[in-house]
């Protein structure tokens, strides 16, 4: 299992609000910004802004994904690496659960 | 304890993800609005667009909030009056956690 997304990320994670249920985090980046391999519990992504990103997986596989407001995704625990692969800055609010 | 917020208050409430771990409510309402008393569980408030409510509990109390984009809040379960006494059209993402 990969960190904590908030200490291999941390230029783009920050929490925002912690309990014992619920762990919150606010992502932000640029394009082409991408992070070291790192862990989320089971989370759901709410997207603000939106944005294309390739998820690349501990087993080499990857996955691309386009995040829009309003559409909400739920993963489950898994480690990846995020890379920001569009034109835009993105702005996504995570839930991680307990 | 009063009823689910997507049966007593249908207009301002709908249903956009759930799974065994959560549900995810989108909120919106007008200046104005006023929605019957209803339940939520622990859930966690993540404003869109910014709004500002009076909320009435059971016991007859009430509270004014202002809720700000990007300053999400988690509630412990319990219910309430939703109304909205800003002058702005109001959005909010809840994660009802199960």
Same mark, same amino acid.
């Given at each position: 299992?990969?960190?904590? %997304? /908030?200490? =291999? @990320? $941390?230029?783009?994670? &920050?929490?925002?609000? *912690? ?6 985090? +606010? ?12 862990y989320?519990p089971?989370?759901? %992504? /709410?997207? =603000? @802004? $939106?944005?294309?990103? &390739?998820?690349?997986? *501990? ?6 994904? +386009? ?15 995020t ?5 835009? @800055?993105c ?8």
């Open positions: 299992m990969a960190g904590d %997304a /908030i200490k =291999i @990320a $941390s230029d783009q994670y &920050k929490v925002v609000l *912690e309990n014992d249920r619920i762990r919150v985090l +606010e992502y932000r980046d640029k394009p082409g910004s991408k992070t070291g391999m790192h989320h089971d989370v759901l %992504a /709410i997207p =603000i @802004a $939106s944005g294309k990103f &390739k998820f690349t997986f *501990e087993d080499g596989n990857s996955m691309e994904v +386009e995040l829009k407001p309003n559409e909400p995704v739920f993963m489950q625990g898994h480690s990846h690496i890379e920001n692969v569009g034109d835009t @800055a702005h996504v609010i995570l839930v991680e659960l307990k």
